[in-house]
Each structure stands twice: as C-alpha cells, then as structure tokens.
C-alpha cells in the first residue's frame, strides 16, 4: 500500500491547504511522486472548487504523470452550500468508495498521497461518519494543523485526544500565522513545559514530513 497522510485541523480556516501544498512540495523535492485529494469540498458555486483548482495545478507541476487529471479527480464530492457535509448535502449518504477508487487511481502514478479533510476531525459528513471516521476508514497517518491564537492549548488537546482515542497515528503542527506573534508568551510555555513537541509548519516542515514518513512505515 502506498503511502498516505491525511491533513486535519482544530477548525475551518487554520491552514490546512496552505501546509498540504508545503508537504507536497518538501515530499516531491526528496525524489517522490506525490499526490493529492480532498475528498469532499463545500461552497463549490458553479462546479467551481476553489480548494480543489488550486490542488490540481499545484500538483500537477510536481508530478508530471498527473498531467491529465481534472478538479473531479482531485475532489471527488462536492456541494454548493458553504457548510459542514452534513448539511450541505442534507444528510446524503458518504459515498466511501468513490473516494477510496480516486485515491487508488492516483496511488497508481504516486509513491505518497496527502488527502486534506474538511475542517476538523468532528465535522459531521452524514448520520454515520464524522470527518474522523473517514480518515480511520481511509487507512491513513494524521497531520493535525493547529492555530496559534489564544485558546490553541484547549483546541489542540482536544482535537489530539480525539486522534488518540481513534488509536490515530499523527503528528501535531502549529500553523502561526502574522497576528500569532506572542504565541511563544501566552500558549507555546506551556507545550514547553509538558514535553509536548512542537513542530511549526513554517519552520519544521521538513522535520515534519520525515516524521509522517517513517510513521507511514509503521502503519505499513
């Protein structure tokens, strides 16, 4: 089996397109073909998927052999309404082996696959699957993308316990943003002091990524 990560956040907005595309970039710059999916984008108006355009072309520069994909290839279920799957496609059913066909397809031309979720671990996709489901059913590693801000301590915990408790293997990445500039004042002493490793995707992607590699290993 082919190597995949999935990228996860503590909410919508904490970065996680923006550190898949640095992942990609730092994998493909070690010699490996990569891919990547997001198997379920909202807010798609017009059959246009922002996230999933951006993906496409992105990844299409690091990995020749993707030439011919389109934005369906890259984001298998989408939706016009700007909110959680759930509601967005009034409790459709997940269709899990659409998503599972895209990412073996893929795999077929990729040593490693980065499948970026849908806001955070407990976004509800239908009555059956949250967002953390789907990346227990997809076999994969996490990369969980955390805030800087003021409450990132609560938010982290949480969103890690959850991971822990799904018996998840995964790494956990601050993504300090321009405003997060007392970050290492008001949140990171406490990381410090608990022995909790922290990583910043800005800084440590490729610490980062060696990580999830050799935990891609261990789930192997």
């Known amino acids: 089996m082919k190597k ?10 904490i970065g996680k397109t923006y550190t898949t595309k640095l992942l990609l970039k730092e994998f493909a710059s070690r010699g490996l073909l990569v891919g990547v999916i ?6 798609v108006v017009d059959g246009y998927a922002d996230d999933g355009e951006e993906l496409l072309q992105y990844v299409k520069e690091l990995n020749p052999k993707l030439w011919s994909l389109e934005v369906e290839d890259i984001v298998p279920i989408t939706y016009e309404l700007a909110a959680a799957p759930f509601v967005a496609s009034n409790n459709t059913p997940l269709d899990l082996r659409k998503i599972k ?15 970026e979720g849908a806001g955070g671990l407990y976004v509800p996709i239908d009555d059956k699957y949250m967002m953390i489901d789907l990346l227990k059913k997809l076999d994969a590693v996490a990369l969980l993308v955390t805030h800087c801000s003021l409450g ?12 822990e408790a799904k018996e998840i293997l995964h790494v956990v990445a601050f993504n300090c943003k321009n405003k997060d500039d007392n970050f290492d004042k008001i949140s990171e002493p406490y990381f410090l002091k608990t022995d909790f490793k922290v990583f910043k995707v800005d800084k440590d992607i490729e610490k980062i990524c ?3 590699y050799n935990l891609s290993d261990v789930k192997r």
Not at 4 to 13: G, Y
Request: glycine fraction near 4%.
């Open 101 to 115: 066909i895209k990412i073996e397809e893929m795999e077929a031309s990729c040593d490693i696959v980065i499948i």
């Open 210 to 212: 060696d990580v999830l």
């Open 152 to 163: 990132c301590i609560n938010d982290t915990l949480l969103s890690k316990g959850a991971l």
């Open 4 to 13: 995949r990560i999935f990228i996860t956040a503590t909410n919508t907005d």
């Open 38 to 43: 997001k198997p379920i984008e909202t807010g």
